[in-house]
């Protein structure tokens, strides 16, 4: 008779160690990074708030605006997946350091810009700078958490993004509205200046912080090294073998993704870059009153991020849990779409498409890890990354060139919807016994 392999039988104790263990983990690592990617987003958008006081003063046209907004995306990309292979091999510590402090410097130098070439040339080494910081990030969390618990971390890690504008947004208003003259500089180089502070703070105290590997972590006794160590090394060798770094771009399994993550980032950059255009467009003026209003999408997105990705690790299952997010943007943008003059209404549409975006990227996360590991990890994360990326070039160019066109954003608002929906679809081609991990 033939016998059939069963998992060992886990004690309730020994659950309850690995609960405390990467509990200690959690609180050790996400806070930190959280402050890390919020400086980091920050520093990435802020130029949609620059954006209403610099466009008139610099006479750049929304064209000009969308493309040097996007041109930032184009060195990202580039650089993207270089940087994460250069990170597998040095470390997170010192890597991610030198990513930090260098688009520190760069951002603050935004200030400076007077010229559309200036523009562009900033923005592009800005995303050459940034690039590998969230695909880095999204690495080394692999390193510490296994897959099913993996989706709560990624949320906490994610919701830099949102409270990036739920802090950022208010503070942006009020630089722009009560700095703007100081020492001959107007408020929008100063959103610069200021907001690059945190950047160079955090990437100075990640050379302090951070340790590489599990086996490096003093605040982890050997008991909780082994634990970790062993757990990670399981889940490793029952994914399909794909660890190789050819793996990344030969497996269609990754194109795949990143088509669908295109989708859903050109969904969180319309919110993004054009959240207080669309605002200031339904007759808001006040920049410090349009900086508390880009708020409330982002509590929203916070909220619903943290709820359904630990509904997610609750039920092992990540398709659906990412495709209908994704669903819930493509219906805020349409709302928004209709809401022209109408600020009530078009608040209705942008919470709703921040939070399903937000929700989507957080619960996509989860998806490359299952069935990618070592180098291939790496560079397949980058690699999504990057091509999804291009979408922040795509969507804040082509916003900008059909806002001159047409003199509104209604078309890109239905445009992007409907990528959107081809995004959910493309998820949900995924089989569930590779995603549902």
Request: charged share 10%.
């Amino acid at each position: 008779m033939s016998h059939i392999a069963t998992p060992p039988l886990r004690l309730a104790s020994d659950v309850s160690a690995e609960d405390d263990v990467f509990r200690k983990i959690a609180w050790r690592l996400i806070p930190f990074l959280f402050f890390c990617y919020l400086a980091a987003y920050l520093d990435r958008v802020n130029v949609g708030f620059a954006k209403l006081q610099m466009q008139s003063e610099l006479s750049f046209s929304e064209t000009v605006y969308g493309f040097g907004a996007g041109i930032f995306f184009l060195g990202y990309v580039l650089f993207e997946v270089p940087s994460n292979i250069i990170l597998h091999k040095v470390g997170a510590r010192l890597w991610l350091a030198r990513v930090m402090v260098t688009w520190a410097f760069i951002s603050a130098g935004m200030a400076f810009v007077r010229s559309p070439t200036a523009f562009y040339v900033m923005r592009f080494l800005l995303g050459a700078a940034e690039a590998g910081f969230i695909p880095g990030v999204l690495l080394y969390l692999t390193f510490w958490f296994p897959a099913g618990r993996r989706g709560r971390i990624m949320a906490l890690f994610l919701t830099a993004i949102p409270m990036a504008s739920v802090f950022g947004g208010p503070l942006s208003g009020w630089i722009l509205s009560s700095v703007s003259g100081s020492y001959g500089y107007s408020g929008w180089q100063w959103l610069f200046f200021v907001e690059a502070v945190p950047s160079l703070a955090f990437g100075i105290a990640i050379l302090f912080y951070l340790d590489n590997h599990v086996e490096d972590a003093k605040w982890l006794d050997a008991n909780e090294k082994r634990t970790v160590s062993r757990i990670i090394a399981d889940e490793e060798e029952e994914k399909e073998g794909l660890s190789e770094l050819k793996h990344a771009f030969i497996t269609p399994r990754v194109w795949l993704l990143a088509a669908a993550y295109f989708c859903i980032a050109s969904g969180i950059y319309i919110v993004s870059f054009w959240l207080p255009t669309i605002i200031k467009q339904t007759g808001v003026k006040d920049p410090l009153t349009i900086g508390f209003l880009t708020a409330i999408p982002y509590i929203a997105a916070v909220i619903a991020m943290v709820t359904v990705c630990s509904h997610g690790d609750r039920t092992k299952e990540r398709r659906w849990h990412t495709a209908t997010p994704a669903l819930v943007c493509a219906i805020g943008l349409a709302i928004t779409a209709t809401a022209t003059g109408n600020t009530l209404f078009a608040m209705i549409g942008l919470t709703l498409a921040a939070a399903g975006a937000s929700t989507a990227q957080a619960s996509f996360w989860t998806l490359p890890a299952t069935f990618l590991g070592g180098a291939a990890a790496a560079a397949g994360i980058a690699l999504v990354n990057s091509v999804g990326n291009i979408a922040g070039f795509a969507s804040t160019y082509v916003v900008g060139w059909l806002a001159d066109l047409t003199h509104s954003n209604v078309t890109s608002l239905y445009l992007f919807g409907g990528l959107l929906l081809v995004g959910a679809g493309l998820i949900l081609t995924i089989p569930p016994s590779v995603a549902n991990k």
